[in-house]
């Protein structure tokens, strides 16, 4: 069984989710918010390595999917984005962890259809793929939603690895 960290990333909040993968079939485990305190970023970065180092801690999982940066409103506001991801990154690869990139399109796409989806189209559909009783908040279902697109990325690729017979089978030879 596959286990499935999913990392949404933020310098004010970062949000997680995990999800367990067997086969086509996927679980929810846990997911949340890392609300982060207001003060200078490296204390707020050492806030996310330790969060995100706690939850590998207790929920092991064998693979991480996180949301590349985009351009935000900012420039500077970018680069906060990117030194949250590296925290957040920088604890994953230090326990060995593969971690797999994808954009926000490439999640929405996944998880919605549509790359141009909005937050709560992707909440619904990531209630409804998991079957949760109720809609994850928004950073939480961004999260669930990078597992969910690592998932379904995975199960693409295992299924164009699968070894193929073409042409037609003519006294034991294929021809």
Same mark, same amino acid.
């Given at each position: 069984m596959r286990i499935i960290?999913?990392?949404?990333?933020?310098?004010?909040?970062?949000g997680f989710g995990l999800i367990a993968c067997e086969?086509?079939?996927?679980? !929810?485990?846990?997911?949340?918010?890392?609300?982060?305190?207001?003060?200078p970023l490296p204390a707020r970065l050492k806030v996310i390595f330790e969060c995100i180092s706690e939850i590998l801690? *207790?929920?092991t999982?064998? *693979?991480?999917a996180v949301e590349?940066?985009?351009?935000?409103?900012? =420039?500077?506001?970018?680069?906060?984005?990117?030194? =949250?991801?590296g925290a957040a990154v920088t =604890?994953?690869?230090?326990r060995g962890l593969p971690v797999? *990139? !994808?954009?926000?399109r490439q999640i929405k796409q996944s998880v919605v259809g549509t790359g141009a989806a909005n937050k709560e189209q992707v909440q619904h559909m990531v209630k409804t793929l998991l079957k949760l009783p109720a809609a994850p908040q928004e950073d939480a279902a961004d999260a669930l939603a990078a597992a969910l697109c690592h998932a379904h990325s995975?199960?693409?690729?295992?299924k164009l690895n699968q070894p193929t017979v073409r042409g037609r089978m003519r006294r034991g030879r294929l021809s």
């Open positions: 960290l999913g990392i949404d990333p933020g310098s004010v909040k970062t086969g086509s079939q996927h679980t !929810y485990i846990s997911s949340g918010v890392i609300r982060l305190p207001v003060g801690e *207790e929920h999982p064998t *693979e991480v590349e940066v985009f351009m935000a409103k900012s =420039a500077g506001s970018a680069l906060k984005l990117g030194q =949250a991801r =604890a994953c690869v230090s797999a *990139e !994808y954009t926000a995975q199960q693409s690729l295992n």
